[in-house]
Nanobody, 124 residues
Framework: QVQLVESGGGLVQAGGSLRLSCAASGRTLSNYGMGWFRQAPGKEREFVAAISWSGRSTAYADSVKGRFTVSRDNAKNTVYLQMNNLKPEDTAVYYC?????????????????WGQGTQVTVSS
């Protein structure tokens, strides 16, 4: 069993930056592909970014490409999402998720473990 806890969300003006962290306990994250997803009110949960167990492979949604960077520190059992040049449309609850196996996925249902989410609000 893996427990995931996100942190780092908050209120920021458009153009600002935030760094989300996802700390894991229960198992070492080095065995898991990791993903970040977000869900805005009234919308479905959507893929944001993902990273393989080694950190060598990453993927991003087109809407965040060039602005967001996903990374991981397996020694600290933590995954990060650096978010720059934030836009009001980035406002959502952000979730990290873990899937068994070394590879990542962009599909919500591919992930087994989920954090409770952290709110990101971007004002215009």
């Amino acid at each position: 069993q893996v427990q995931l806890v996100e942190s780092g969300g908050g209120l920021v003006q458009a153009g600002g930056s935030l760094r989300l962290s996802c700390a894991a306990s229960g198992r070492t994250l080095s065995n898991y592909g990791m993903g970040w997803f977000r869900q805005a009110p009234g919308k479905e949960r959507e893929f944001v970014a993902a990273i393989s167990w080694s950190g060598r492979s990453t993927a991003y949604a087109d809407s965040v490409k060039g602005r967001f960077t996903v990374s991981r520190d397996n020694a600290k059992n933590t995954v990060y999402l650096q978010m720059n040049n934030l836009k009001p449309e980035d406002t959502a609850v952000y979730y990290c998720a873990a899937r068994t196996g070394p590879n990542y996925s962009t599909v919500v249902n591919a992930y087994v473990y989920w954090g409770q989410g952290t709110q990101v609000t971007v004002s215009s």
